[in-house]
């Protein structure tokens, strides 16, 4: 019986080792969670706390805001949005400006370049021996069927100045 005595000892005190070891897990594990919670906990006051911080913020800006605004008077609106749209305008007026000082300058080139092509027309002379009567005489000798060289031996003029009486007649 002494052996059913000693198998009971180690029995017990196997369980009260058992009981002992999951004391100690259990108060391990809840010092873990303890340690967890204590952190999330401190994080949250944090945020709390910047939350409030952030609450005050805002409500001195909106009382800055309301503080700040005021209300602008008809005249006051005219005149900003005059400054606004002068200021957009501007830009505008001064290309608008520099197209017009280019138009001119071009304007000055063309007169130049027509007045030197007006000179150089006018030293071009239709010949003198050409007039009204030699125009007749020899549009009338064509349409009879006298021929250029003939015209032009008859009337004393060249061949060129025969043909160009006719062509400026639209005849030839």
Excluded: C, W
């Excluded at 594990?29 to 919670?37: E, P, R």
């Excluded at 945020?47 to 700040?68: A, M």
């Excluded at 505008?92 to 304007?107: G, L, M």
């Amino acid at each position: 019986m002494n052996y059913d005595f000693l198998t009971l000892e180690y029995i017990v005190a196997a369980m009260a080792g058992l009981i002992l070891y999951l004391i100690y897990y259990l108060y391990t594990k809840d010092s873990q969670y303890t340690k967890n919670i204590h952190s999330v906990a401190s994080v949250v006051e944090e945020l709390n706390r910047e939350i409030y911080y952030l609450k005050q913020k805002l409500q001195e800006t909106q009382k800055s805001i309301k503080s700040n605004t005021r209300t602008m008077s008809d005249e006051e609106i005219y005149q900003e949005v005059e400054r606004t749209v002068y200021d957009m305008v501007q830009p505008i007026s001064t290309k608008i400006k520099q197209i017009q000082e280019q138009v001119q300058s071009v304007d000055i080139q063309l007169d130049s370049r027509i007045s030197s092509l007006e000179s150089g027309v006018k030293q071009i002379s239709i010949p003198s021996s050409i007039h009204a009567n030699d125009d007749a005489k020899i549009i009338s000798l064509f349409k009879q069927g006298v021929s250029l060289e003939t015209i032009s031996k008859e009337l004393h003029l060249s061949k060129p100045e025969v043909e160009f009486v006719l062509k400026i007649n639209k005849i030839k």
